[in-house]
């Protein structure tokens, strides 16, 4: 069934969208942000009432894929969608989500909340009760008079017009298209503190909702929200907690350190065939295996599946160690125990182990997944694991980490140390100069010094060491593991020099002799606990900021260091920040 949308709600939503990629010059203003592709999703999701992508109805040939629904990805900035300057407007993108609005709209009669009655009552008086609760929680906040008569009397159009069915569906996609549903509208409740606007409890729910779940207020944010119960600290510090033992905080979380990590850069990469096969898929050089394009077909399928292991090993230690362990930055950049994947596909079985060394497995609590990329489908089994203390400590030295920052045949020293830097410590590199691509070492297997030595060599002139000087020590840290973020000993015949000291701003010179050791003191620094307290805050409020033009963030990153580097404090203390509450009164959406 095909449906054509109005064109007023389409300009409607192009102004809507546009509107949000104005410049605000008062770094403590709010900017208009419009939900991401992630939280538009898990929106429609708790609207709906869908618990789980195999809840919705059964794919067709009109609906191939009910849901996620798939938009356009937004620009990271530090990382991160759903910060202002990356949200760029086109029409294209209105375009999808027109066409998002039509496919979750047709749904929308088969979805668990929608019906506000029960058989056979559901005529148009049912209908239109339930579209008005559909909207009041679309919109994350009550309907005035006017929205309701408007919506009542549009429907009741369209019913004339196209009958019951498609009345429902066309006025569902109007309000999944309109910009109330889809930017995040904040309103002040008209009170002032030191000079700043706070902002109204329906506001306030959304805000509380999209930082720790990804998604929509539930039925108490709504409720304390209509209850002007959502304005003193111990309120929203009682909010918090409680919202922090839900499932969905655990996949809010996980996603937020997706994005800090860049998780996905994994999938992009491609691990030599030659250099890397024998050891992480050996079926590859099997009798069954002949000519050069089917072994390369072969490790296709097999990073593939290591690949996806590899992210879900990370993303299930990030869950683990912050929700059912210590729950500290430091033991997120210390611990070493963690997962392997055993994957079982068309390969056989294989395992990340051949990554980690001597692992020590266990074979309690195990979690097991399928992934299917439409051509080639896996069974996945993560174990928990134990893994060296002297080669493995914490997220730098997972595998789905490593292997994003690396080069097909060699490490990437470059890349690893630019992550460092600018993800843990908040050092501005900017970009490399033109060219400089050019110059870097070859990677090949026809190299005789190490991967450390042909980097210094080409980088240790004046123009270049200016930078290099940073990064390279940072990189070399990390020598000991290679492009599959395998543990290696040796590297082209020669010890392995994973030495050296990076400079952290305010704490001096801090000296390391391998990969494991820096992390070690890494998670000791008050500067990388003041970074990672910069990048939630700069998250939870979707634009940049710095300390000395919000000094208020100082008190978060204060109290973040007191707690001992505790994840759940450090968003309590956001949550309960002006920064996070208060808007300036020149702005208004």
Not at 379 to 390: G, I, K, S, V, W
Not at 525 to 534: F, G, I, P, Q, T
Request: glycine share 8%; net charge negative; hydrophobic share 35%.
């Amino acid at each position: 069934m095909s449906h054509s949308m109005p064109t007023r709600p389409a300009l409607l939503l192009l102004l809507g969208l546009t509107a949000g990629c104005q410049r605000y010059a008062d770094p403590g203003q709010a900017p208009l942000r419009r939900l991401t592709p992630t939280e538009y999703n898990h929106t429609v999701r708790d609207l709906y009432g869908f618990d789980d992508v195999d809840s919705w109805p059964e794919p067709n040939e009109d609906q191939p894929n009910p849901w996620p629904f798939p938009l356009p990805a937004e620009i990271p900035i530090h990382g991160f969608e759903g910060m202002l300057e990356g949200q760029v407007a086109s029409p294209y993108l209105v375009e999808r989500y027109q066409a998002a609005a039509l496919h979750f709209g047709a749904l929308a009669t088969q979805a668990p909340h929608f019906w506000q009655c029960e058989p056979p009552d559901q005529d148009q008086a049912c209908a239109a009760r339930s579209i008005d609760k559909l909207a009041h929680r679309a919109y994350r906040r009550t309907l005035d008079d006017a929205e309701r008569e408007r919506l009542t009397a549009n429907f009741s159009s369209l019913v004339d017009e196209h009958g019951i069915d498609d009345a429902i569906t066309l006025t569902v996609a109007g309000i999944l298209s309109s910009p109330r549903f889809i930017l995040h509208l904040e309103q002040s409740n008209g009170s002032t503190e030191d000079g700043r606007e706070s902002l109204a409890d329906w506001t306030m729910a959304s805000r509380l909702s999209y930082l720790l779940w990804d998604s929509m207020p539930d039925p108490r944010l709504f409720s304390d929200a209509s209850q002007g119960k959502l304005r003193t600290a111990d309120q929203l510090d009682a909010h918090v907690r409680r919202m922090w033992r839900h499932p969905r905080a655990r996949q809010a979380i996980v996603h937020f350190h997706r994005q800090w990590l860049d998780l996905d850069r994994i999938h992009s990469t491609r691990a030599d065939l030659d250099t890397y096969a024998g050891r992480y898929a050996p079926e590859v050089y099997s009798d069954e295996v002949e000519g050069e394009q089917d072994k390369e077909e072969v490790w296709s399928g097999a990073l593939l599946g290591l690949r996806a292991g590899m992210v879900k090993e990370t993303e299930l230690f990030v869950q683990q160690t912050i929700f059912e362990g210590e729950g500290s930055l430091s033991a997120l950049l210390t611990d070493h125990h963690g997962y392997i994947t055993e994957s079982e596909g068309y390969l056989g079985v294989q395992s990340t182990a051949a990554a980690y060394g001597q692992v020590q497995v266990h074979d309690s609590h195990s979690y097991s997944f399928d992934i299917d990329d439409g051509n080639l489908g896996f069974r996945m089994t993560l174990r928990p694991a134990t893994f060296p203390a002297e080669q493995r400590a914490g997220l730098l030295t997972q595998g789905a980490v490593l292997a994003g920052y690396a080069h097909p045949v060699h490490p990437a020293p470059v890349l690893r140390g630019k992550f460092v830097l600018e993800q843990l410590t908040c050092q501005e590199l900017g970009q490399p100069p033109d060219g400089a691509e050019g110059q870097a070492p070859p990677d090949t297997l026809a190299v005789e010094s190490t991967n450390r030595e042909r980097l210094q060599a080409v980088t240790s002139d004046a123009a270049c060491s200016s930078c290099h000087d940073s990064i390279n020590p940072a990189g070399f840290a990390f020598e000991n593991y290679d492009s599959m973020g395998g543990w290696r000993d040796t590297d082209n015949g020669l010890p392995v020099d994973a030495s050296g000291s990076i400079l952290i701003a305010g704490e001096g010179r801090v000296d390391f002799e391998d990969g494991v050791e820096l992390a070690h003191k890494l998670a000791r620094s008050r500067a990388v606990h003041d970074c990672y307290a910069l990048h939630w805050t700069r998250y939870a409020l979707g634009r940049d900021l710095t300390v000395e033009e919000d000094p208020m963030l100082e008190r978060i990153q204060d109290s973040f260091w007191m707690s001992g580097g505790d994840v759940e404090e450090l968003l309590v203390a956001i949550v309960k920040s002006p920064l996070f509450r208060t808007r300036s009164p020149e702005e208004g959406h």
